[in-house]
């Protein structure tokens, strides 16, 4: 005779629910967007249906309306016109530049609301990379100085968390530093810990027109074959003070995840990233799959994995998904 039965707790939806482990919550998301200068503007991706380039007037409605469904948080991503690009990437230092007026107005508008803003040179750089370069190579202790500068302007319009994405080395300690320094030491640090070279960042190059003009990222961004490396970099993220520590991407990368939450007491953010976005959708819109099983049930793999924060071009529409479950 059978005495364990694990189908005795899967025998209907409220016992399922009841012992469900994994549970997904409106506040564990964080919404990335792609702001751009303009009024009343909002333009498609091509590579992500969906997913838009927004004014501020919009984007602002779309906030407005997404913080009665529990949105808590988002992080802003600027499209910089090729005329304001440089090798210097100085419009990044700009304090009366869009992103610095932009994190203005809405903090205005919404006081209580998490902004994160993105410390990297690639959006600014006529280069296209995350760091300066200098005689065809990405440089990193120079570009320190500059992230740093960006981070502090970014805390002086009202940046809640800078995130430094650029992966260079010993960013986090001279942005405390910098931050620390201008008297921002409220001012977070969600570090792109785990930052791997993948193949799945090009719908948001083609977001942003941000594109290495030469080579790769290879030599800053993580080998996707590696994980101890990514340990390492959690060590060093934490020992130079980061808050939040963070895998990009996601579902390719849910081991990783793990390892971190397994090795750090720091919350774990993780973002599924646009070409995982992509992906879903594409296969859902050529009837390959069930679209919002697919969307529920990757976003539960990422926090299950141990994610304590999920960075997703889904979080409009789980947001309206948890709202309507309640």
């Known amino acids: 005779m059978l005495t364990a039965r694990p189908r005795r707790n899967r025998r209907s939806p409220f016992l399922r629910d009841l012992v469900e482990e994994t549970?997904?919550?409106?506040?564990?998301?964080?919404?990335?967007?792609?702001?751009?200068?303009?009024?009343?503007?909002?333009?498609?991706?091509?590579?992500?249906?969906?997913?838009?380039?927004?004014?501020?007037?919009?984007?602002?409605?779309e906030v407005s309306k997404l913080m009665d469904q529990g949105l808590r948080s988002i992080a802003l991503f600027p499209v910089i016109p090729d005329a304001h690009k440089n090798s210097t990437a100085s419009e990044a230092l700009?304090?009366?530049?869009f992103l610095p007026e932009a994190l203005r107005k809405l903090k205005k508008l919404f006081p209580e609301?998490?902004?994160?803003?993105?410390?990297?040179?690639?959006?600014?750089?006529?280069?296209?990379?995350?760091?300066?370069?200098?005689?065809?190579?990405?440089?990193n202790d120079a570009s320190l100085e500059v992230l740093a500068k960006m981070a502090v302007v970014q805390a002086d319009a009202g940046a809640d968390l800078?995130?430094?994405?650029?992966?260079?080395?010993?960013?986090?300690?001279?942005i405390r530093q910098a931050l620390d320094k201008a008297g921002h030491h409220d001012v977070g640090i969600l570090a792109y810990t785990a930052k791997y070279a993948s193949s799945h960042y090009g719908p948001f190059r083609e977001a942003l027109s941000s594109a290495p003009r030469f080579g790769d990222k290879k030599t800053y961004q993580i080998n996707p074959a590696n994980a101890r490396e990514a340990l390492r970099e959690l060590s060093l993220d934490e020992s130079e003070g980061a808050d939040i520590v963070m895998v990009k991407p996601a579902l390719a990368y849910l081991d990783i995840i793990y390892r971190l939450r397994q090795n750090t007491t720091l919350p774990v953010a993780a973002y599924q990233v646009s070409g995982e976005y992509a992906q879903i959708e594409i296969a859902a819109r050529a009837g390959a799959l069930d679209r919002?099983?697919?969307?529920?049930?990757?976003?539960?793999?990422?926090?299950?994995a141990g994610a304590d924060i999920i960075l997703s071009y889904y979080t409009p529409w789980i947001l309206g998904h948890l709202a309507e479950k309640r």
């Not at 998301?29 to 991706?45: A, D, R, T, Y």
């Not at 803003?117 to 959006?123: E, I």
């Open 23 to 61: 549970r997904l919550q409106s506040q564990d998301f964080i919404w990335p967007v792609f702001i751009k200068e303009g009024q009343n503007l909002k333009e498609e991706i091509s590579t992500l249906p969906g997913v838009f380039r927004m004014s501020l007037d919009v984007l602002a409605e």
């Open 113 to 139: 609301l998490i902004i994160v803003t993105d410390v990297a040179l690639d959006p600014y750089s006529s280069d296209g990379h995350d760091g300066l370069v200098q005689d065809g190579i990405v440089v």
């Open 162 to 174: 800078v995130a430094p994405s650029d992966m260079m080395d010993g960013r986090v300690a001279a």
């Open 94 to 97: 700009n304090p009366k530049g």
């Open 292 to 304: 919002e099983r697919a969307i529920v049930e990757s976003l539960t793999a990422i926090r299950r």
